[in-house]
């Protein structure tokens, strides 16, 4: 893979419940970003990480970014039946634009 | 705003034939990329125009898909002749500036080769 691993690649929980998606990379990068695809959608952005911050909050959505480890973690609190959908990291290197996707995680979050 | 349009939503062909995928990005954005998703892998990176220009291609995967975005505005891929490992579905992003870190992404063409 150009990514690495995402892992869970599924992972099922009860509403109300935290969801934690794990994201690994190869490369070095500029920034980080999470991204969620409803069923039958596109990408939704979600949140962007800089390679010098290490946490980052957006409503009930925490990231973090480890450098070191080459690796983030995409936390959703307290998880709604709406959160389902397949989430994907994504990296941005440092002098290009593309974004290099993970495999994903399939959350479902059941009432 | 309308956010980036793709057509068609979907498109099933025979090997050996051509399809073209057609993507609108947001009004004013110079940045367009396609992404693909083949098979349940990962999406990849194909290519990236600023404006009516290429400015990235190295994600092709071949001299089958060609690319075009002539003047600037909608961008068409054409796949020709389709093989059958070339189902999947097909993003197109956009972002104002190059700089911009945020790509808005279309709701994909999802391409499937019998």
């Known amino acids: 893979s150009q990514q690495g691993e995402e892992d869970p690649q599924a992972l099922s929980i009860q509403e109300g419940e935290n969801a934690t998606m794990n994201c690994s990379y190869k490369?070095?990068?500029?920034?980080l970003q999470w991204y969620r695809q409803n069923s039958g959608r596109g990408l939704v952005h979600l949140i962007l990480?800089?390679?010098?911050?290490r946490e980052k909050h957006s409503g009930r959505l925490r990231v973090t970014l480890d450098t070191s480890k080459k690796s983030s973690s995409l936390l959703i609190t307290a998880s709604r039946a709406a959160d389902t959908a397949s989430y994907f990291c994504?990296?941005?290197?440092?002098?290009?634009?593309?974004?290099?996707f993970g495999a994903g995680t399939r959350l479902a979050v059941h009432p | 705003e309308a956010g980036v349009t793709q057509f068609p939503s979907h498109s099933v062909i025979e090997k050996g034939q051509t399809v073209t995928l057609r993507c609108d990005p947001i009004?004013?954005?110079?940045?367009l990329y396609w992404y693909r998703r083949v098979m349940g892998k990962e999406i990849k990176f194909l290519l990236h125009?600023?404006?009516?220009?290429?400015?990235?291609e190295s994600g092709m995967p071949n001299n089958r898909f060609l690319a075009e975005r002539t003047g600037g505005t909608y961008s068409t891929l054409k796949v020709q002749p389709a093989e059958l490992e070339d189902s999947g579905v097909y993003f197109c992003?956009?972002?104002?500036?190059?700089?911009?870190?945020?790509?808005?992404f279309g709701p994909g063409t999802r391409l499937l080769v019998l």
């Open positions: 490369t070095s990068i500029n920034n």
């Open positions: 992003a956009s972002s104002l500036t190059t700089s911009q870190e945020t790509q808005y």
């Open positions: 125009f600023v404006k009516e220009s290429k400015q990235d």
């Open positions: 994504a990296t941005k290197g440092n002098g290009y634009n593309k974004l290099i």
């Open positions: 990480i800089r390679s010098n911050e």
């Open positions: 009004s004013g954005h110079d940045n």
